[in-house]
């Protein structure tokens, strides 16, 4: 008959709730009572389900991800390309991808996290959609555990990563619209805990300031990154008694929003009203009128960070820490021709 965990806890003498704790590397066991329970299992050929291969060579063969995602069901094709990006590269070296949801800064989420790393259930993380004070990145470098980010955080410690300058990328949007005429632009923005909006703000502003355009509270309005989102923020921004001519979103989606309620008060985009976004989603192309957006390389980014994590895995010191990329402005008809 082959071992069980409960032959293991008794040679030990110990509960099998212990053994099984040690086995994953929970770290309230002591390091001398796991060595004990790592020996005793590799002697008597115990090999719980899952385990094997940490039992071996501590390893899982697996990076993990979980999405920052408030709704049952996500409809953000940033995910989707993000997703794609990582299992390509993870694949390529013969590894597994672990992809779980949970609203961000939840205790769910938390606890996925703990289980993830204590666990052993992966030997890596991804992150993304970073926050400006990040549990998440005081967690795994308090625990020493190997991950990356796209995008960073406003603490004093960071993850190494990949770095969009939406700052520029924002001025620049801004300055495409001067040029087109417009001095009544509005922003619609995203959730205030994360480090994006901050950035794609700042950039917006520092837009306006650099065309001598006096900044207008009344024209920043919040978003939640969804079409919803846009759309909602778009009809107060029209509702104004002196409404813009141009409106920015903090994303594609919300950019898209923004589109359909302009169509529905009879605006036609791209004459009467511009609407610009960012990400560079493939929906963008095929709005009408085609949406202008500053493009990000989401899945070559998602493949790229693999690649840091893996060398960080390795033991290996990262060539640059810190990757800055310059999102590429794609002129479309939804800010005229």
């Known amino acids: 008959m082959p071992v069980t965990i409960r032959d293991v806890a008794r040679a030990l003498n110990l509960s099998i709730t212990t053994v099984s704790r040690a086995l994953d590397d929970y770290d309230d066991v002591a390091e001398e009572t796991r060595q004990r329970v790592i020996r005793a299992a590799q002697e008597m050929g115990y090999v719980p389900r899952g385990a094997a291969r940490q039992l071996r060579r501590r390893r899982a063969d697996a ?7 408030s709704q049952p069901r996500f409809t ?62 005081q967690y795994l470098l308090k625990r020493e555990f190997p991950a990356v980010a796209l995008g960073h955080t406003l603490m004093p410690q960071d ?60 024209l920043v309005v919040a978003g939640d990154l969804t079409r919803p989102g846009g759309y909602l923020a778009a009809q107060r921004l029209l509702d104004l008694p002196e409404p813009p001519t141009a409106i920015i979103g903090a994303n594609d989606l ?19 009203l511009a609407v610009a976004g960012y990400d560079g989603i493939e929906d963008a192309e095929h709005t009408q009128p085609p949406l202008t957006t500053l493009r990000q390389p989401t899945y070559e980014h998602a493949r790229r960070l693999v690649q840091m994590l893996l060398t960080l895995i390795a033991g290996e010191p990262l060539t640059e820490r810190q990757i800055v990329a310059q999102p590429e402005l794609l002129v479309r008809g939804s800010t005229g021709q």
Do not use: K
């Open 63 to 69: 990076i993990g991800y979980i999405m920052p995602v």
């Open 76 to 137: 953000d094709p940033f995910f989707s390309e993000f997703i794609a990006g990582l299992g390509d590269e993870v694949a390529s070296h013969n590894l597994d991808l672990l992809v779980s949801t949970a609203a961000p800064d939840d205790a769910a989420e938390q606890q996925i996290y703990e289980r993830w790393v204590q666990g052993r259930r992966v030997d890596g993380m991804v992150l993304c959609r970073m926050r400006v004070h990040d549990w998440r990145v």
């Open 159 to 218: 993850l190494p990563g990949i770095e969009m300058d939406a700052r520029t990328g924002f001025a620049a949007l801004v300055h495409h619209l001067v040029e087109r005429g417009h001095r009544r632009i509005a922003y619609i923005g995203a959730p205030p805990s994360l480090t994006l909006q901050v950035d794609r703000l700042a950039g917006y502003r520092h837009g306006l300031t650099e065309a001598g355009i006096a900044f207008d509270p009344a």
């Open 254 to 272: 919300t950019a898209i929003g923004a589109m359909r309620a302009a169509h529905e008060r009879g605006l036609v985009v791209g004459r009467d």
